[in-house]
Structure formats: C-alpha cells, structure tokens
C-alpha cells in the first residue's frame, strides 16, 4: 500500500513539474566506480599502469593504460593504440573526451589509451626538456637534446610491451604529443615515419630548433619519395605574436611555424600523406590542447 500511494506522489511531482512520469526501475542505470573514500587518492576506472623502464638510460618510466568499452566483451576484437606524452594531464583529459564523443552514438573509433609518463623521481619539466628535444639548447646544457634515445626506447620497449600485453592492431597506432611533445612526434615522423600510422601535433615548439627541422624535412625530402602517414597539425589563434594585446604570444610566431611546416610538407606531394591543420580560435597554449585533442581523435580515428 505505501509503495503504491509513494508511486502515485512520484508520478504527481512528475507531472507537475512537466517532467515524463517514468518509474524508477525503468530509468537507464550505468555502472559507475565507487570510488575508495576516506581521504584515499582519486582512481581512473578501468585504467592500468605498468612499470616499463628504459634499459639503456637505466630510467624508470610508467606507461598508463585505459581500456575501451568493449574490451572485455568482445575478446576477438583488435583495437588501434592511442600513445600520449606528458601523461599526468594528457591521459585522464583524452580518456574523459574519447567517452563523452562517443556519449549519443559512435563518433570515435575506440581504442587504447597508452600514457607516456615522466621518468620515475624526476622534475617533469626536466624530464620532457631531455626526453622531448632534439638537440642541445645550448653548448653547456647538457639537459636537452635526447629526443632519438627516447624515441629509441618507445620503439624498443614501449611498443613491443603494449602489443604483447593487449588485443592491438598493429597496422593503426597513432602519436600524440603537444608542445615539446609535438616536437618530439615531428622527429619521428621525419626519421622514422611508419613507427606510427597517425599523428596529432599540437603546437609543436618548432622555435626550440628550428633550423634542426627544417634540415630535418629537407633531408627526409631527399632521400624519400613518401611519407606514408597520416598528420593532424593544430596551433592556437594566440600562439602568435601580436604588440599590445596580451592574449597573444610576447615572443614566438608558433602560428606561422606551424603553417611553414603544413606548406613545406603539401609541397613534397607525398602520395601517401594525410595531412590536416587547423589554427584553433580564441586558444593559447595552454588552452589549446583539449580541443585539439578532439578534433585530431576525429580525423585519425573516426568511427567506422
């Protein structure tokens, strides 16, 4: 009898607030993380980090790893791996945008996402400076400049951890870096083009080397008559400079980098590039990321 007479007053609320007067039990319920409580630390659901170090530079590094929806429930499916640098921000905000795109129907492949982290017990900002950056800033700086041993690693141990550990397809893997990262995604796509299948270059700091990538483009250029890759380039509408408005860049023309990048590799007729680059209104550099984010997931990885 309660039941009944409490089910009639949801019902009139319902009503009379112009809402639909569906019960309880038949509303939609999705299976949410009960997180651990008492003060104890925020958890990602259905992430994974595994210890995987570099035997060479004898650095510790974590790679974090967030699986699909349908991982478990399709156990002959294969997935392409999405492989993010600075991960202690990148992974979280990709693995949160990969689900809400896909929140009213599909609009994104899924896939796995593999953070890149920061060397154990290191400053980040130290970390990404060596493992990110091409070549030395400086004669005495001995803290940049070891971008190709990094990329040796994530060949050699990253790579082959992932494939061996999860359902991939190793045909589809896609880079994603910003900034130094976005750097350290040109090198690779320059000297090793086919490590990855797809690239998301955000606002790559080409002002750090300049020259090293221009000579870097030209020399590919030369001795290559493709680029069998797909590049998504994104930049901010601020990451220019413009006197007096301080929106804008106080020095750094990463806008017009950016564009002499696009332009010199249109240029080359690769016939296997994809190329996309979009300047990004009412976005600096560190607002940037998120949209671009985005927008690279729709070009590369589109559902099918």
Do not use: C
Not at 239 to 250: A, L, Q, S
Not at 259 to 267: D, P, Q, T, Y
């Amino acid at each position: 009898m309660l039941r009944r007479v409490l089910s009639t007053l949801v019902i009139t609320l319902a009503a009379g607030f112009g809402l639909a007067a569906i019960p309880a039990k038949a509303q939609p319920q999705s299976a949410v993380k009960v997180q651990a409580g008492d003060g104890r630390p925020y958890e990602i659901a259905d992430s994974e980090v595994w210890d995987v170090p570099d035997p060479v530079s004898r650095r510790g590094y974590q790679v974090f790893v967030a699986l699909p929806p349908s991982y478990a429930k399709e156990p002959q499916r294969t997935y392409p791996v999405l492989y993010v640098t600075d991960a202690d921000y990148a992974f979280p905000i990709l693995r949160q945008i990969s689900r809400r795109l896909n929140g009213e129907g599909p609009k994104v492949e899924e896939f796995i996402l593999v953070g890149l982290s920061y060397a154990n017990g290191e400053d980040g900002a130290a970390s990404r400076r060596r493992d990110y950056t091409p070549t030395p800033k400086g004669a005495d700086d001995d803290t940049h400049g070891k971008a190709g041993a990094y990329q040796a690693y994530l060949r050699n141990q990253v790579k082959p951890f992932i494939a061996q550990r999860y359902r991939t397809d190793p045909a589809r893997s896609v880079f994603l870096g910003h900034s130094y990262g976005g750097l350290l995604g040109a090198q690779i796509l320059l000297t090793e083009p086919t490590m990855f299948s797809g690239y998301i270059l955000g606002s790559p700091s080409f002002w750090f080397a300049r020259e090293h990538y221009r000579e870097l483009e030209s020399g590919y250029a030369a001795r290559s008559k493709d680029l069998p890759a797909k590049v998504f380039l994104y930049v901010g509408e601020y990451e220019t400079v413009r006197k007096g408005d301080p929106r804008f860049n106080r020095t750094g023309d990463m806008v017009g980098d950016n564009r002499a990048f696009e332009k010199a590799l249109k240029e080359r007729k690769y016939p296997n590039l994809g190329l996309k680059s979009v300047v990004l209104n009412d976005e600096d550099h560190l607002t940037v990321a998120p949209r671009g984010f985005t927008q690279g997931l729709r070009y590369l990885l589109p559902s099918r």
